[in-house]
Structure formats: structure tokens, C-alpha cells
């Protein structure tokens, strides 16, 4: 039987659940999972385990994560990203780099977040996002997590590129949201890539078409979180 898990470089436009049955038909297996889904809009590493790994998902879920990341400003949607129905706002001022700046000071360290209304988060046993969709509006607690760096790597209006390190749990969706509301521009997610997930880096991953035995990794020959 098959023990391990895939470091896959994830394409946009994919599910993590896409690239989960995607595996299963290749190696041939039911028992594949994976630790921590990638929005359909991102790229980047997606940890696949396989096998007896499918039972240590929180192991590496509970990792903290490293992003990169676009934030439009200007415009709003739904879902905090281009994928829901958009609004462009007018009412503002163009925020300078050193404005930018001094907002992002607030979001550094320790804070609280709301989950997007459009998140798996199970609220009396059906996820967030279903309900979002039938246009049901649920109550989502706010949640404290941890951002160690939040690094403008670019800036020209009305993108802004970002490099982000935060704890488990966080949602990069919601946090264009709340630096759009601190700014006053309102922002989405306009671009967003995984590159790490504690240890693990987006350089050592492998494209869907070299998923196979030589690629599956375990304790054997790799460190375990």
C-alpha cells in the first residue's frame, strides 16, 4: 500500500478537491486528502497525502504558511476576490506607499479576523459557502491570528504586491478585505501563490503530470513536520 505525501504545485483555475481526484486516478487509490485547501484562484504548493499520511492532516495544517500575493484596491466583491461579483468604489483618495505603509502597521502580530462569508468553515453542520450562495448570511466569530511579516514587494495603483507569513487559519481573502476597509479603497484578491507551508517550499513541488511513485515522499527520506 501507498504511505506519503505529494508536494504539488497547484494551477490556478483548480480545486484542492480537483487535484485530490486527480491523484486518486493516477496512483490508483481512494485513501488520498489533502492538508489545506488552496482557493480555486490560487496557485502554489498544495500538500497531497496518501495512504496512513491522510491521518496526519493536521500535522501539517496547523503549519504557518507563506504567500505572495495582489490586492486590487478600488473595488469590492462579495467574496473578496475577482471570482465574485465586483463593485468598483469611486469615494476615495489614492493611498501613497507610505500611507499603505503605516495601515499594514495594524495587521502585523496578533490580530482578529473574520473568515469570509464564501469559506469552508462549518456553521450547525453546512459550510459557510453554501450558505453564502443561497444567499443566507452566516454569523462567523472572529478569530485571532498571527501575521509575521507583511512586506509591500510592489506598489502601483491600483495593485498592490505583497509577501505575506501568518498562522494557520488565516484567509488572505479576508485580510484584502480589512486592508481595503482600513485604507477606505476597498480591495480584493486579484492574485495569490503558496509559496511555503512550514518547511515546506513551493521549489521542491511537482507538476500534476510528474505525479507518481518516484515523487511520493515519507519519513523514510523527508523531514515530518
Avoid: W
Avoid at 1 to 18: E, Q, R, V
Avoid at 22 to 37: D, E, I, N, S, Y
Avoid at 54 to 59: A, G, L, P, V, Y
Avoid at 147 to 174: H, M, N, Q, V
Wanted: proline share 4%.
Amino acid at each position: 500500500m501507498l504511505n506519503g505525501y505529494f508536494l504539488i504545485n497547484k494551477p490556478a483555475g483548480m480545486t484542492s478537491h480537483d487535484v485530490v481526484d486527480f491523484v486518486r486516478k493516477r496512483m490508483g487509490t481512494r485513501q488520498v486528502g489533502h492538508a489545506g485547501t488552496l482557493d480555486p484562484l490560487a496557485e502554489g504548493l498544495l500538500i497531497v497525502l496518501v495512504g496512513e499520511y491522510t491521518k496526519k492532516s493536521e500535522e501539517f495544517m496547523k503549519l504557518p504558511k507563506t504567500y505572495s500575493a495582489t490586492f486590487r484596491l478600488g473595488v469590492q466583491s462579495d467574496t473578496h476576490d475577482m471570482e465574485g461579483e465586483i463593485k468598483t468604489r469611486k469615494d476615495f483618495i489614492v493611498p501613497t506607499e507610505e500611507g499603505i505603509e503605516k495601515v499594514l502597521e495594524s495587521f502585523r502580530g496578533n490580530i482578529k479576523q473574520t473568515p469570509p462569508q464564501f469559506s469552508a468553515i462549518k456553521i450547525n453542520g453546512k459550510k459557510a459557502y453554501n450558505e453564502a450562495r443561497a444567499g443566507r448570511e452566516v454569523a462567523l466569530l472572529p478569530r485571532e491570528i498571527n501575521i509575521s511579516r507583511l512586506e509591500i514587494i510592489s506598489y502601483k495603483f491600483p495593485d498592490l504586491d505583497l509577501k505575506i507569513d501568518c498562522s494557520s487559519g488565516t484567509y488572505i481573502r479576508a485580510l484584502a478585505r480589512d486592508i481595503g476597509e482600513a485604507l477606505g479603497t476597498g480591495a480584493v484578491m486579484a492574485r495569490l501563490k503558496r509559496e511555503a507551508i512550514g518547511q515546506y517550499n513551493l521549489k521542491d513541488a511537482v507538476n500534476l503530470d510528474d505525479v507518481d511513485e518516484k515523487t511520493l515522499r515519507n519519513s523514510d527520506t523527508h523531514r515530518q513536520p
